[in-house]
């Protein structure tokens, strides 16, 4: 939620996070006005779902084109909002281009028809849109986040409500403007301008069929306890603590920059950021010493400037909760080798940290920490190492790094209890591929094929 949600309610202050000067404010919905849009979106449904899927597609090409004509403004917008550096935001909405095209391109092979032999003399099974899918999405990616909901989800034929993170009440706006200026059908793409608290309201209202939300793990029990309430379908991407495990034939400055390059993305506010470091005990004191040199060397400064690697965190409070968890882990043992302090400017600024000697029972250890805060973990053998890796609620993602390729894909595909596991590499979404988690990391998958089947009607149809 934005700095000044509880203070007005009725208003979304947006505050700078690099400096902590007030931007702008916008009026919530009131009651009426929030169940006008959804009724007009469930309206907007009975035209869109008779587009063919060529049609749409157009639709999404010139989305595509829009968010590169844009992207500076855009990436702006982003800067200003919650911090990210420009040259990352550019990245952001370069990737949403890409995601438009992919699906305009793909959705008409991933929805076709498919026969399956039977008793009957046919049958085969369609994929129709369900209508009105809500998304309820976070603050620190906040244009690819909703462009990778939003491309499969409006390519099947369904329509959309975004209730957005507060902060980037902004980009929500903007987005709901590029789908009005690509030539979308009116009222296709809504965003909702109310509180976290009026989610409920949404979700059982009769028109909404079904809810994905990327964000905290708390927040996605939240809504999936509404939503199974009233039966609606959810798909929910979580929180992480991604293991990134460094066996002893690594490549030790290959896994030191890949995993500084995860760790740091977006200031460290990422859920498939690499988090937890776990090193085999005889290349211990090697990685450390080599992932302390590239750390060090990230530029924390002015989001807008080319120089700065990483900018502040996207608020106060999240910083200090990150802060806290810094202290604690180290009061309860770990040695803090870098950062760990505060920046005596305004701003809610963090430096980039690394934790050493964790262990279990520390926030290091058990926590997720949002931040440019990196965790390292001693382990005696492989097999430990895995016990460690899995040795927390979450199951985002994870990474191996090892010259035996045969090794890292067996302990990849059989060991490691994460949806996605990278060799090698730092983990990283891809329209191509499938994305989603296990445990309390969520449930559901995105992109590629999967994931704009998560929101059709998979229709059995035969005939005697």
């Known amino acids: 939620m934005a700095i000044s949600e509880k203070a007005h309610q009725s208003a979304i202050e947006i505050i700078n996070p690099a400096n902590n000067e007030f931007v702008r404010r916008y009026q919530t919905m009131s009651q009426a006005q929030l169940h006008q849009v959804i009724d007009s979106v469930n309206d907007a449904f009975n035209g869109w779902r008779t587009f063919s899927l060529k049609q749409r597609g157009q639709c999404f090409k010139k989305a595509s084109a829009l968010l590169t004509a844009q992207s500076t403004e855009l990436a702006n917008l982003m800067t200003q909002e919650m911090g990210k550096v420009h040259k990352e935001a550019l990245g952001e909405i370069k990737k949403c281009a890409w995601v438009c095209e992919y699906y305009a391109d793909k959705a008409e092979s991933f929805l076709a028809d498919e026969e399956i032999e039977s008793d009957l003399s046919e049958s085969w099974v369609s ?18 986040q909703v462009f990778r909901f ?12 975004l209730k957005h993170a507060r902060q980037v009440t902004g980009c929500a706006l903007a987005i709901e403007a590029i789908f009005e200026q690509a030539g979308f059908p009116k009222n296709v793409f809504k965003s909702l301008l109310i509180s976290s608290d009026e989610v409920e309201s949404v979700i059982k209202h009769k ?72 090193v085999l005990e005889d290349v211990y004191d090697e990685f450390l010493q080599a992932f ?6 990230k530029v924390m400064g002015d989001p807008n400037h080319p120089e700065s690697d990483f900018g502040p965190q996207a608020n106060l409070d999240l910083r200090d909760i990150l802060h806290q968890q810094v202290t604690s882990s180290i009061k309860a043992g770990a040695k803090c080798v870098l950062g760990g302090e505060i920046p005596a400017k305004a701003g809610a600024w963090y430096p980039a940290t690394i934790l050493s000697e964790v262990q279990s029972g520390m926030p290091a250890y058990n926590e997720e920490l949002f931040g440019p805060v990196a965790s390292v973990i001693k382990a005696k053998n492989i097999e430990h190492a895995i016990e460690i890796a899995n040795d927390s609620e979450f199951g985002l993602g994870g990474a191996i790094f ?56 998979i229709k059995t149809i035969g005939v005697a």
């Open 402 to 457: 090892t010259q035996d390729i045969a090794l890292a894909k067996k302990l990849a595909k059989e060991a490691l209890d994460t949806g996605t596991v990278a060799i090698n590499d730092f983990v990283k979404s891809d329209p191509r591929l499938p994305f989603g988690g296990v445990k309390t990391s969520g449930y559901g998958r995105e992109l590629a094929s999967f994931g704009i089947k998560e929101f059709v009607n």
């Open 207 to 278: 028109a909404v069929r079904a809810v994905t939300l990327t964000g905290s793990t708390n927040a996605g029990s939240k809504v999936a306890s509404t939503a199974g309430k009233y039966i609606k379908k959810t798909v929910l991407e979580l929180g992480g603590s991604d293991p990134y495990i460094i066996l002893s034939d690594a490549d030790i400055q290959l896994a030191a920059e890949k995993s500084c390059q995860s760790r740091m993305i977006n200031a460290g506010q990422s859920c498939i950021a690499a988090k937890r470091f776990i």
């Open 292 to 297: 302390k040199a590239q750390m060090q060397n």
């Open 127 to 144: 994929y129709q849109p369900l209508g009105v899918v809500l998304s309820v999405m976070p603050w620190n990616f906040p244009f690819w």
């Open 150 to 161: 939003a491309a499969p989800t409006l390519m099947a034929g369904n329509v959309a409500l």
